[in-house]
């Protein structure tokens, strides 16, 4: 709907939140033209079906494990044919790059720090195609493919324009770091793929409850709490909820983004509760829309997280027998490096779960024995995560700080001193070529996106655009967290998370610079010239980088003019 009184949008453009706003203060709202919803869907499959062929072009290449693919293909592996992650021969990557499965797998448990949604899904492309490089990279392509889709659908639904919509499937499609990761068997663009459906189910839920409450309140509530009972159901909250939790499975960083939108969602309750009249709307929604809605975002969210460790549940006595007491158990929170700069580890205290020396229980107690369990393979992870790596190094460690200006790409894969004459190279003498995979954002969609979250931190202070918020919020709860963790290495591709939040933005700033009117005119037009320009210098600038993002063959000369900055290297 595009009335005032359900306060749903009108059109980006010139009057971007010009609704019943979070304020409560009405002001005008034009009548965006309703769009064919057969067109919309049609342009978003199109536009993912593009993604998809891009992402799957020469996808077994290079034939080998690039960077972390070592750990989750092979973890993806055993979970699909064993039901849980078993350990590993010490040479079994090359024997399975030579095609064999067999007798590499032991009876014992590993130690995965990373929750299993993500390698459940690998594991799907390897049951299907293989145990191949195709195989364990099939999922990721399909899954970056279809966050096209939903970044289309999400940005149509935000703007009111399939054309807006477009863009903003086709900016993250060009983006390298999405490409890149998309054509990997890592975790993130799992996470990335699930945390945007989630932001697509809160919005989504916006327009349902604005609607729902301008229909069950018609006139101005002038007491009282305003509609409850009606409101408590809502179906766009609960497939929020889901998404959350398959993204906490994949990553824990999805817990940041899960608390921020669901403050976001309180305070856009409240805003459409004091637009119907309603007075202190924020307490009062804090009660009747907030605990409902953390039932729906939070406790579905832990559901589906605990349910994502059924595997490890189903097999939680044979890691009481052989993990239940490990390197992590009873870290100390600081504990200094040794000479080699490793963490010591001077534990000996043989500390164990309490549940790896009790009998096995049997029937309902079975269940709450491997829940017990579980939480404490997660104390082990945490500890992990927060202390573990704080004396490590890595050769692409980059600070956070530094990641929307792409500070330092991960180099995935390598193919170096290719000599001239051989395997295609045609370097003059004295000099060599090379095949390379760098995990690095298109540089002017990032760089561009800097200058739209300000503009759009802007016109969400100033102009009190919820749409804006969404940019805001999304990107601060994806990248900011990461800033208390610069002490230990941490990589570029984690900022992917950030990636939609990134392209909403810019795409929010071209509908402000064309404008929602349709009639010709010199500020639509400088602003299609602006738009159009910005999203073809996108398009260049990832066909200038796509050989360093699909292990192309490239002369030193060549590829040193891809290298804009040292820090690259």
Avoid at 43 to 58: Q, T
Wanted: charged residues 15%; hydrophobic residues 50%; contains cysteine.
């Amino acid at each position: 709907m595009n009335s005032d009184r359900t306060g749903a949008t009108a059109e980006v453009g010139a009057d971007v939140g010009a609704e019943v706003g979070n304020t409560g203060r009405r002001v005008p709202v034009g009548r965006s033209r309703v769009e064919d919803p057969v067109v919309g869907w049609t342009a978003a499959i199109g536009v993912a079906l593009l993604a998809l062929v891009l992402r799957l072009w020469n996808l077994g290449d290079p034939k080998q494990f690039q960077f972390d693919e070592t750990y989750y293909a092979k973890d993806a592996w055993s979970l699909a044919n064993h039901g849980y992650v078993r350990e590993y021969v010490e040479d079994a990557n090359d024997s399975i790059l030579a095609g064999t499965t067999d007798g590499l797998w032991e009876s014992e448990p590993s130690m995965i720090v990373h929750p299993e949604v993500g390698k459940w899904l690998i594991g799907l492309g390897e049951r299907l195609f293989g145990m191949d490089p195709f195989g364990w990279r099939v999922a990721s392509a399909v899954v970056g493919a279809l966050m096209v889709l939903v970044m289309v659908r999400l940005v149509r639904r935000m703007t009111r324009s399939t054309l807006l919509g477009v863009v903003g499937g086709l900016l993250l499609m060009f983006d390298g770091l999405h490409f890149v990761l998309s054509r990997l068997a890592l975790l993130d663009i799992f996470l990335a793929f699930f945390t945007l459906c989630a932001v697509a189910c809160v919005v989504a839920d916006r327009d349902w409850y604005r609607a729902r409450l301008a229909a069950l309140a018609p006139d101005p509530v002038t007491s009282g709490w305003g509609p409850v009972r009606g409101l408590l159901w809502r179906p766009w909250l609960l497939a929020a909820g889901v998404c959350f939790g398959l993204a906490l499975g994949t990553k824990w960083t999805a817990a940041y983004p899960l608390a921020a939108f669901g403050l976001l969602v309180w305070a856009w309750s409240a805003g459409a509760r004091k637009a119907r009249g309603v007075r202190r709307p924020v307490l009062r929604s804090a009660v009747v829309d907030g605990l409902p809605a953390f039932g729906w975002l939070v406790v579905v969210a832990l559901v589906v997280y605990v349910a994502s460790w059924t595997g490890w549940l189903v097999h939680a006595a044979e890691y009481e027998k052989s993990l239940s007491s490990t390197q992590y158990t009873q870290f100390e929170a600081e504990r200094p490096c040794d000479a080699d700069g490793n963490e010591a580890n001077d534990d000996d205290s043989g500390a164990r779960w309490p549940t790896a020396t009790q009998p096995d229980a049997k029937g309902p107690a079975e269940v709450v024995q491997s829940l017990r369990s579980l939480w404490s393979y997660h104390q082990d992870l945490l500890t992990f995560h927060t202390h573990y790596l704080n004396c490590s190094e890595h050769t692409y460690a980059s600070q956070p700080s530094g990641w929307l200006l792409m500070n330092r790409p991960v180099g995935v894969a390598a193919d170096v001193d290719i000599q001239p004459g051989t395997r295609g190279c045609d370097a003059p003498e004295g000099s060599d070529c090379l095949r390379q995979v760098l995990l690095i954002g298109t540089p002017v969609l990032w760089w561009g996106g800097i200058v739209a979250l300000v503009l759009a931190l802007v016109t969400w202070v100033g102009a009190r655009d919820w749409r804006a918020g969404v940019a805001v919020v999304g990107a601060a709860s994806t990248w900011l967290p990461w800033l208390q963790y610069d002490d230990r290495p941490i990589f570029l591709f984690y900022v992917s998370l950030t990636l939609p939040f990134v392209v909403l933005a810019i795409v929010l700033a071209m509908g402000r610079l064309v404008g929602p009117s349709r009639v010709p005119s010199r500020r639509r037009t400088v602003g299609v010239v602006l738009s159009g320009s910005f999203l073809v210098l996108v398009v260049l600038n990832f066909a200038w980088f796509w050989p360093v993002f699909t292990h192309g063959l490239l002369t030193h000369a060549e590829w040193l003019d891809r290298i804009w900055f040292e820090r690259w290297i």
